[in-house]
């Protein structure tokens, strides 16, 4: 196993972060390693926003939940899918392209190109020792992510990535079992298969929630998970996009 490969293995959320913010350096080397990640048909369908405003950050902090790590980091970056410099590029080639921008496949691919830029963000941040948490919480409202960070039509601010510091090493969560996820040829459909498996990994989150909380809790992944998408949230979001003029067609 190459220290590649344990870094990636390696990865876990940290959500408290020591007050040093990132260098220069060590900000561009983060994002050229975000720009080094495959991108379809070499579209480069994203943007990274780096926000270092305090006043912004508490903003974002606050529509993300209260999360005190959005607004104390070491550095803090939104992924964006993009594709207004797109509908630059239209019209500086005096080209009609509203109905490739629009599509859903080109929506699709500015989420993938965004998704694939961020983990090499993330990759590079922790081969320098600096720990990452994914903030999916900007979500809640786009409306005013958008006030706060001036985004244009046909950009959707995805989520955040908060860099920094790690105050403290956080316990590796389990995932699932790779045979559940890894599959050969077509899709394992044997549903008994599915429930053992299921069941098998609810034993093993709820040995890690008794663990690491001291009996405390000891929840299963399928009941965190029922609960979790039981509760509706963030409907808004195919009106807001249609409203971006994106995955209109």
Request: charged share 25%.
């Given at each position: 196993?190459?220290?590649?490969?344990?870094?990636?293995?390696?990865?876990?959320?940290?959500?408290?972060?020591?007050?040093?913010?990132?260098?220069?350096?060590?900000?561009?080397?983060?994002?050229?390693?975000?720009?080094?990640?495959?991108?379809?048909?070499?579209?480069?369908?994203?943007?990274?926003?780096?926000?270092?405003?305090?006043?912004?950050?508490?903003?974002?902090?606050?529509?993300?939940?209260?999360?005190?790590?959005?607004?104390?980091?070491?550095?803090?970056?939104?992924?964006?899918?993009?594709?207004?410099?797109?509908?630059?590029?239209?019209?500086?080639?005096?080209?009609?392209?509203?109905?490739?921008?629009?599509?859903?496949?080109?929506?699709?691919?500015?989420?993938?190109?965004?998704?694939?830029?961020?983990?090499?963000?993330?990759?590079?941040?922790?081969?320098?020792?600096?720990?990452?948490?994914?903030?999916?919480?900007?979500?809640?409202?786009?409306?005013?992510?958008?006030?706060?960070?001036?985004?244009?039509?046909?950009?959707?601010?995805?989520?955040?990535?908060?860099?920094?510091?790690?105050?403290?090493?956080?316990?590796?969560?389990?995932?699932?079992?790779?045979?559940?996820?890894?599959?050969?040829?077509?899709?394992?459909?044997?549903r008994s298969v599915f429930e053992k498996q299921l069941h098998t990994y609810n034993e093993t989150t709820s040995e890690y929630y008794r663990a690491r909380t001291g009996g405390k809790r000891e929840d299963t992944w399928t009941g965190q998970m029922a609960r979790m998408l039981g509760r509706k949230s963030r409907m808004y979001m195919k009106e807001f996009v249609e409203k971006q003029n994106l995955n209109k067609k």
């Open positions: 196993m190459n220290q590649m490969i344990e870094t990636l293995l390696n990865h876990r959320s940290v959500r408290s972060f020591k007050s040093k913010a990132l260098d220069q350096e060590q900000i561009e080397a983060i994002v050229k390693s975000a720009q080094a990640a495959s991108t379809s048909s070499f579209i480069q369908a994203y943007s990274i926003i780096g926000v270092t405003d305090q006043e912004k950050k508490d903003k974002l902090a606050e529509i993300a939940g209260n999360q005190s790590y959005v607004a104390a980091n070491g550095h803090f970056f939104v992924f964006c899918a993009d594709l207004h410099r797109h509908k630059v590029i239209a019209e500086m080639e005096k080209a009609d392209l509203d109905d490739s921008i629009e599509s859903t496949e080109k929506f699709m691919v500015a989420l993938i190109d965004a998704a694939l830029a961020a983990q090499n963000a993330a990759v590079a941040a922790e081969s320098m020792g600096l720990g990452i948490c994914y903030i999916g919480g900007i979500r809640n409202d786009l409306e005013a992510v958008k006030e706060v960070l001036k985004t244009p039509e046909h950009v959707i601010p995805l989520f955040g990535m908060a860099v920094g510091y790690p105050e403290q090493e956080t316990d590796l969560k389990p995932r699932l079992a790779m045979e559940h996820i890894y599959m050969e040829n077509e899709y394992l459909q044997d």
